[in-house]
């Protein structure tokens, strides 16, 4: 067994970004932890796709959504979407998380491990004797800092009365995927029943930083079950980078929103250019992390209720990126959420 596998504990807080200048603010993106829903007609679940730095975004399609009344009763995320739901869920406002995130200097997000300060060889031997190049330390205690300002620890702080529902009673939901068991893991929903813990008393940033656990980026989160071997947990979007479906039941009870870091593409869209060993390397593993939520993608169903932002071509892992580049996927988040409610017959265009 690796020493190198963090295991995680939890808290969280955000930024926030500019007011948008035709939506009416409202004082919270969800109702408060452990209600019933809302008694509003825009009540949805949200469903956010990963994406590393290009996570502001999200943040500029939620204030959007926010500034038109919409209430989100249960949040789903990824990596990114995971950071940004958990703040989501924990109550924050989108000029909160705005704020939030433009205050970040992500450069800090690349904590390097002790074997990355050897000379020439340092950054190999990281990812080949610790699993990572970087340590993810700093992130993991970011997010559970933020979080305990938003008096969330646990995933009881996040409990969620909702009757009759099939659903697990928690508002916030994060994938990461199980390579010691091959699967896709629901975080707070399958603690009890893969690791035999109690989901409530799981720390929330712990959740998070398993879902964000990028493969030979950053340490992988070793996870020990009540009784066997530990699993070792990476990123979720290694399997269902956006879990559009993840709320869905029979009779619908609000419409469920999803937020895709990425622009719609046409048909047969060539998505990665293979130019040599590196870029085939890319491109399969890029393959690997989209075809499950590709096949969902081609059905129109659930292309009517996605908002795809632009990224402009900012990379997940660019933590060198500048505020200008920070301001333009914020704004895109924003006109792609804009677009989307004048489309979708769930919205109200901005007068």
């Known amino acids: 067994m690796i020493p190198c596998y963090p295991v995680i504990p939890c808290y969280p807080v955000i930024p ?10 409202i004082e919270k993106v969800m109702s408060a932890p452990g209600t019933t829903p809302a008694p509003t007609s825009k009540q949805a679940d949200l469903v956010l796709e990963g994406g590393g730095v290009k996570g502001i975004g999200l943040v500029g399609a939620i204030s959007v959504l926010e500034h038109e009344g919409w209430v989100f009763n249960r949040v789903a995320g990824t990596s990114a979407g995971a950071i940004v739901g958990a703040l989501v869920a924990a109550g924050l406002t989108a000029q909160a998380l705005h704020d939030l995130m433009a205050s970040i200097d992500y450069t800090r997000f690349r904590d390097p491990t002790v074997l990355d300060h050897v000379p020439i060889v340092g950054k190999l031997l990281s990812v080949v004797a610790e699993e990572g190049l970087y340590q993810g330390g700093y992130a993991h205690d970011w997010i559970r800092s933020q979080l305990a300002d938003a008096g969330v620890r646990t995933f009881s702080d996040l409990a969620y009365d909702d009757p009759g529902s099939p659903l ?12 010691s068991r091959g699967k896709l893991v629901r975080l707070p929903w399958d603690y009890l029943s893969d690791f035999g813990l109690d989901p409530g008393a799981c720390l929330v940033a712990d959740a998070v930083r398993a879902s964000m656990s990028i493969p030979f980026f950053y340490r992988p989160v070793r996870l020990q079950p ?16 956006f879990p559009v479906g993840v709320f869905d039941r029979s009779p619908e009870r609000w419409p469920t929103i999803g937020i895709k870091l990425s622009a719609r593409q046409p048909p ?26 590709q096949m969902h ?22 933590f060198g990126i500048t505020p200008a580049q920070q301001q333009q996927l914020f704004d895109n988040g924003q006109q792609a959420a804009s677009d989307w409610l004048a489309a979708s017959p769930l919205g109200v265009s901005c007068p």
């Open 168 to 179: 697990p009673p928690y508002r916030l939901v994060v994938n990461t995927s199980d390579v």
């Open 297 to 318: 993608l081609a059905d129109p169903g659930v292309v009517a209720r996605t908002i795809f932002v632009d990224t402009t071509g900012v990379a997940s892992t660019d």
């Open 268 to 293: 047969n869209t060539l998505e990665h250019q293979v130019r040599g060993d590196l870029s085939l390397v890319e491109a399969m593993v890029g393959t690997m992390t989209s075809w499950y939520d």
């Open 16 to 25: 926030c970004y500019p007011v948008i200048p035709c939506y009416p603010v």
């Open 226 to 241: 009540a009784h066997g071997q530990a699993s070792v947990l990476v990123d979720g979007g290694m399997l269902s980078n």
